[in-house]
């Protein structure tokens, strides 16, 4: 398996505050990802990193902020946690684009907002 | 606008039979489709991968069917087994510049002894 950690790996968390969750690699890949997986939705990105403190948005990046200060780690941060943002959440890296090469993806954070 | 098209959302087959997932996007600037496999509670893993310069690519009993001029490929998976029961995702990307997946919504296949 790729060297990619993602914790916590469960979490339930009240509306309105704030959360964070951690994605941890060790493969000095460029690329890193947050999605989002729901019933019926399948995987939506919701920020990426292409590289130290480059970041852009995916298509659901409202209500959801990102950092990556160093290549191995991206945090992804719920400034305010809805319950719309229950989920499961997963970190994936990547090296490479132009030889079309494989994202790697992590065990997945289960996020509940009560 | 959902970039990638994914059908059926469910699929039940009996054991030795075929499973076939059809996908279908919009942006011809895609140039690279694979196939990730999931399994319950555990991440995405790329299952089997194409290229639009081929047709048609076979890895054991997974084969990836290639349509360029209709914008479509399918996962064909021959002598279903219980053990490929999981949800089956096709993704699209542009490989040159930033490598961004966009997935298909799944399919949650289920093979029955």
């Known amino acids: 398996d790729a060297g990619i950690t993602q914790s916590p790996r469960h979490k339930v968390t009240e509306t309105g505050t704030p959360v964070t969750l951690r994605c941890h690699q060790t493969?000095?890949?460029?690329?890193m990802y947050w999605y989002r997986q729901d019933p019926g939705h399948g995987l939506r990105l919701i920020h990426y990193?292409?590289?130290?403190?480059?970041?852009d948005k995916g298509e659901v990046s409202d209500g959801y902020s990102v950092s990556r200060s160093k290549t191995e780690d991206f945090l992804l941060t719920l400034e305010s946690a809805t319950s719309s943002q229950t989920s499961v959440y997963f970190c994936a890296i990547s090296e490479s684009g132009r030889g079309g090469t494989e994202a790697f993806f992590g065990q997945g954070t289960r996020l509940t907002v009560v | 606008q959902q970039q990638v098209k994914q059908s059926p959302q469910s699929l039940i087959v009996q054991k030795g039979g075929i499973s076939i997932i059809n996908c279908a996007y919009e942006n011809t600037a895609f140039d690279y489709f694979p196939w990730y496999q999931q399994f319950p509670g555990k991440g995405p893993a790329l299952l089997i991968a194409i290229r639009p310069d081929v047709s048609e690519k076979k890895e054991g009993r997974f084969t990836i069917s290639f349509n360029k001029s209709a914008k479509q490929f399918s996962l064909h998976i021959m002598d279903s087994q219980p053990g490929d029961s999981a949800t089956y995702f096709c993704?699209?990307?542009?490989?040159?510049?930033?490598?961004?997946?966009?997935f298909g919504r799944g399919t949650s296949l289920i093979v029955h002894p």
């Open positions: 993704a699209a990307a542009k490989t040159g510049g930033s490598y961004i997946p966009t």
């Open positions: 990193s292409y590289g130290v403190k480059d970041t």
């Open positions: 493969e000095n890949h460029r690329y």
